[in-house]
Structures are given as structure tokens and as C-alpha cells.
């Protein structure tokens, strides 16, 4: 079982920045997929970004050209960098760790609200 440590989350004005953490620990973590998703009010849980182990990056469309997904193997930890943040990124963000579809965690989230 993977346990998550997720943090960063807040509320911030639009235009501004946050960065989320996410630190997971458990069995088999090496060369799994990491990412971020989330779940607007009302909504399904949609991608935000995903990086795998060798570095390689995948993001949701709305949030390309704004934010940035990073990851540190050594500490099985993974940071999303929001950047110019609009009141539609407002939602539930999860962290996610994949290693095939038996093997797919989620993490508690952590709330993102941008409002002025």
C-alpha cells in the first residue's frame, strides 16, 4: 500500500502562484508514473500532469504553458508548480502514483481555490 504526504494547497488570488507536494512511500515506487489530477466542483476528475521516472511529461490541456510538473526519485516525492493561476483552477487535487492498472493510488488531495 502506497501512503501519500500531500501539501500546498490553499487559497490564492487570480494570477498567482502555488505549489503542491506530494510525497509518497511505499513497496515498488521505482519506475512508476507520478502525477496530478483533479476535480472541479461538479465535475469529473480530470489529468492535470503526469511525469514518469525517466523525466517524461504529460499535461492537461487547460494547464499547459502554466504549469510545471517536477519529481524527485531519490525522495519518491512529486511538485506541481501552478503558475497564473485562473478561478477555474479551483478544484480537488490528487496525487497519483501508477504502476499498471492493479497498481494505481491516489493520495487524500489538497484544495486549491482561486478567487479574488
Known amino acids: 500500500q502506497v501512503q501519500f504526504v500531500e501539501s500546498g494547497g490553499g487559497l490564492v488570488q487570480p494570477g498567482g502562484s502555488l505549489r503542491l507536494s506530494c510525497a509518497a512511500s511505499?513497496?515498488?515506487?521505482?519506475?512508476?508514473?507520478m502525477g496530478w489530477y483533479r476535480q472541479p466542483p461538479g465535475k469529473q476528475r480530470e489529468l492535470v500532469a503526469t511525469?514518469?521516472?525517466?523525466?517524461?511529461?504529460n499535461y492537461g490541456d487547460s494547464v499547459k504553458g502554466r504549469f510545471t510538473i517536477s519529481r524527485d526519485n531519490a525522495k519518491n516525492t512529486v511538485y506541481l508548480q501552478m503558475n497564473n493561476l485562473k478561478p477555474e483552477d479551483t478544484a480537488h487535487y490528487f496525487c497519483?502514483?501508477?504502476?499498471?492498472?492493479?497498481?494505481?493510488?491516489w493520495g487524500q488531495g489538497t484544495q486549491v481555490t482561486v478567487s479574488s
Open positions: 511525469i514518469t521516472s525517466g523525466g517524461i511529461r
Open positions: 497519483n502514483v501508477y504502476k499498471g492498472r492493479s497498481n494505481n493510488y
Open positions: 511505499g513497496p515498488s515506487l521505482g519506475f512508476s508514473v
